[in-house]
């Protein structure tokens, strides 16, 4: 089954830059997608972003399109999420998904889960 390891969250300011990386393993290189979802204090999961393994296609959820940027380096089997522009709205638990199928945008669609990284931005 695949697996997922995330890294890169912390504490940055208002305005700031970061970027989150989800190392997989443990899964066939064919028609994959991957995903970045946040959860916010008292709020549902929501998407943010999500790119197709094999053609790099990528789909932003509206409140991140412009500021963030999906990517997938095929060589490492890792995801990034380059996040720029930060806003404190952005504080989030952010979750690395994966699901054998394209590209979603729902939580329901995909069986893999990272097991989350804080993202704070300070104000």
């Known amino acids: 089954q695949e697996q997922l390891v995330e890294s890169g969250g912390g504490l940055v300011q208002a305005g700031g830059s970061l970027r989150l990386s989800c190392a997989a393993s443990?899964?066939?290189?064919?028609?994959?997608?991957m995903a970045w979802f946040r959860q916010a204090s008292g709020k549902e999961r929501e998407f943010v972003a999500t790119?197709?393994?094999?053609?790099?296609?990528?789909r932003y959820a509206d409140s991140v399109k412009g500021r963030y940027t999906i990517s997938r380096d095929n060589a490492k089997n890792t995801v990034y999420l380059q996040m720029s522009s930060l806003k404190p709205e952005d504080t989030a638990v952010y979750y690395c998904?994966?699901?054998?199928?394209?590209?979603?945008?729902?939580?329901?669609?995909?069986?893999?889960w990272g097991q989350g990284t804080q993202v704070t931005v300070s104000s």
């Open positions: 998904a994966g699901r054998n199928g394209g590209p979603s945008s729902q939580v329901y669609n995909y069986d893999t």
């Open positions: 790119i197709s393994w094999s053609t790099g296609f990528a």
């Open positions: 443990g899964r066939t290189l064919s028609t994959y997608a």
